[in-house]
């Protein structure tokens, strides 16, 4: 009896071992590709249509492939199979040009967004096309299918340009609104402060229907910088790689303004196109020189590394590096939806009973999620916030003012579910302070 209950005793405890390991993929999903692959995590059908169970996946070290008239590897028809290649990339910030060639159909997405779309039968064609890539990881995916004859699969990339230099502007200029293609005209510009009415930038350019990209870097003080951008039609303004104004659209002459904290070497880039009517594209910046403001009395932080910082979910789920705010910063992959055993966070404040406007803390680096859902716990219960996390690196966001209790029943919680395709964002677990008002 006592061999027998020993027995028992063992093979439960080897159930709670499979079942903790196997957690982490209950709450984050099959995590390949990692985060800077170093290769492509390719997956095999032997069918045109990646339908059913892959007959060989493996890692390929490249996407170069002329097979000829026969068969990728084990398993793998020499006609009528598919191809899913799935990789991250790390890149410096900048505008890349990827060049795709295929026999027979070829399909290519960057962070969820199809950019090239020849899914039909066609001998050997190269095809390219032109995406802006801000620092940090990109998940790439290439679908491939092969119906017969010759069977070919590449692509490769470049980053376009030399760093522009510090004080003036690489301008670039195409007679379309979309900045395909070969620029038009390209030249050094030493601001962009343009209000060309109803006419042309410049000699070749069209008066309507074109559009501009400006690129250069600035080497700036510590400090809070407020970016002005005025703009008929349309712009983008990319700061140190990350989307600061979003406004692709037509619009007459519109003022936009956003800030962010800057230091050192900065990257900024904008993109602009002119549609029809009046053309107008003008940027300018300021801040920096006065040191931030002191927070006003009472403030109350609570970091990712406080006592007031509590965290559940599967704990292989969660990461840890040193950096964010005060040096620490927490993060995991995204969920698509609050599956069992999904991760989540909750700071919880020592507050005295008022108002307290509440900003949580942005890192620079992992921080890929657009759909960051905070939850305000106070005095008249609940409030959500969704947070675009990408587009606020370094940089303090308010959740807005509200009253609470002051006895510990406030607090900040933030899962890991956004609502995105799984494991295709990191979303940062940082600092929350409360600030009297």
Do not use: C
Request: charged share 20%.
């Amino acid at each position: 009896m006592a061999a027998k209950t020993a027995r028992r005793f063992a093979l439960v405890a080897l159930l709670i071992i499979v079942l903790g390991a196997a957690a982490p993929v209950a709450a984050q999903g099959p995590i390949r590709p990692q985060h800077s692959d170093p290769t492509w995590h390719a997956q095999y059908w032997n069918n045109p249509d990646l339908s059913g169970s892959p007959v060989l996946t493996r890692e390929d070290s490249n996407l170069d492939f002329d097979w000829g008239a026969g068969s990728p590897g084990g398993g793998v028809p020499v006609d009528r199979f598919s191809v899913r290649w799935t990789r991250y990339i790390d890149v410096t910030p900048g505008t890349y040009r990827f060049s795709v060639t295929s026999d027979d159909g070829i399909r290519v997405w960057i962070d969820d967004v199809l950019l090239l779309d020849e899914w039909y039968d066609h001998a050997a064609q190269t095809s390219t096309f032109t995406r802006y890539l801000g620092e940090g990881h990109h998940l790439v995916k290439v679908e491939y299918y092969e119906n017969g004859g010759q069977a070919v699969a590449k692509m490769s990339w470049a980053r376009q340009g030399q760093t522009p230099s510090t004080g003036e502007w690489d301008a670039q200029y195409f007679n379309n609104m979309s900045l395909s293609g070969t620029p038009a005209l390209t030249r050094k510009e030493t601001a962009v402060n343009f209000d060309f009415g109803a006419g042309s930038p410049a000699a070749g350019i069209r008066s309507d229907n074109f559009s501009a990209r400006w690129t250069r870097t600035a080497n700036v003080d510590p400090g809070m910088y407020r970016f002005s951008l005025t703009i008929d039609d349309g712009a983008r303004l990319w700061v140190n790689g990350h989307m600061l104004i979003d406004a692709w659209y037509d619009q007459a002459a519109t003022t936009y303004t956003e800030d962010i904290h800057l230091s050192g070497n900065v990257t900024i880039q904008l993109e602009y196109y002119e549609n029809g009517g009046f053309a107008v594209a003008k940027l300018s910046w300021d801040g920096g020189s006065a040191p931030a403001p002191s927070p006003p009395a009472g403030t109350v932080v609570v970091d990712d590394r406080d006592p007031g910082f509590t965290r559940g979910g599967v704990t292989a789920g969660w990461r840890y590096v040193s950096e964010g705010y005060d040096n620490s910063l927490t993060w995991t992959r995204n969920n698509d939806w609050a599956r069992p055993n999904y991760n989540w966070a909750r700071w919880y404040p020592q507050l005295q009973a008022r108002r307290y406007e509440v900003f949580v803390y942005i890192p620079f680096r992992y921080t890929t999620t657009s759909h960051a859902r905070y939850w305000v716990r106070h005095a008249n219960g609940y409030t959500l916030r969704v947070v675009d996390q990408s587009a606020q690196g370094d940089n303090w966001v308010s959740l807005g003012t509200y009253r609470f209790l002051g006895n510990g029943t406030g607090y900040v919680s933030l899962a890991d579910a956004t609502y995105e395709p799984r494991v295709t964002r990191l979303i940062a677990f940082d600092a929350v302070k409360w600030e009297p008002r």
